[in-house]
């Protein structure tokens, strides 16, 4: 009995020294990463879920703006980075629902009503993709190229009327790096 005591007083008194309050100094010319250091602040999570949309990495995307959430709540900004998530990830029917929260807040940014034009466009609603489009369009004051093009295709869509092979187009859905999706004709 006593010798478990001094064995488990032994091995506290060992782990006591591995406490990590000191950060260990970076050797440049070492092979391994250097270690964490805790004095500092997290990067915010909504800078790191649009990093992660940038990249592609929606379902980590996804999960940085969740942790955002927990830390700032439910903001019109993080509703449409997960909208944003969940469409490059094909769920439409949550991107729908988060990007509709976002562009709740007159405060939206034309790329949240950007993304939910092309969002109404890939489900077939043209008519409310257009003016989710034409809303995204006065919010940029016509300087953002990509918006203007998704727009214009829109009302391309909506005018047409019947069906006419050579108007026919293969189109895909494409983003570029600030989560702005647009329909681009696919190449033969």
Not at 47 to 56: D, E, N, P, Q, T
Not at 107 to 130: C, H, K, Y
Request: with cysteine.
């Amino acid at each position: 009995m006593i010798r478990a005591a001094i064995a488990a007083l032994t091995c506290l008194s060992v782990l006591g020294g591995c406490t990590g309050l000191t950060t260990p100094k970076f050797d440049p010319a070492s092979p391994y990463s250097p270690g964490v250091d805790r004095r500092k602040d997290a990067v915010n999570g909504v800078v790191v879920g649009h990093r992660l949309l940038a990249a592609k990495q929606y379902e980590l995307a996804l999960d940085a703006f969740t942790r955002a959430a927990s830390d700032e709540g439910l903001t019109p900004t993080i509703y449409a980075g997960l909208g944003a998530a969940n469409f490059g990830l094909g769920r439409l029917g949550q991107a729908e629902q988060q990007l509709r929260e976002a562009v709740k807040d007159t405060a939206a940014a034309p790329e949240t009503w950007n993304n939910l034009g092309m969002l109404l466009i890939d489900t077939g609603r043209t008519p409310e993709a257009t003016e989710a489009l034409r809303r995204a369009f006065a919010l940029s004051n016509g300087e953002n190229d990509e918006i203007r093009d998704n727009l214009r295709m829109a009302l391309a869509l909506q005018s047409k009327t019947g069906y006419d092979p050579d108007l026919e187009q293969e189109l895909d859905l494409v983003r570029d790096g600030r989560s702005v999706y647009r329909l681009r004709q696919q190449e033969p």
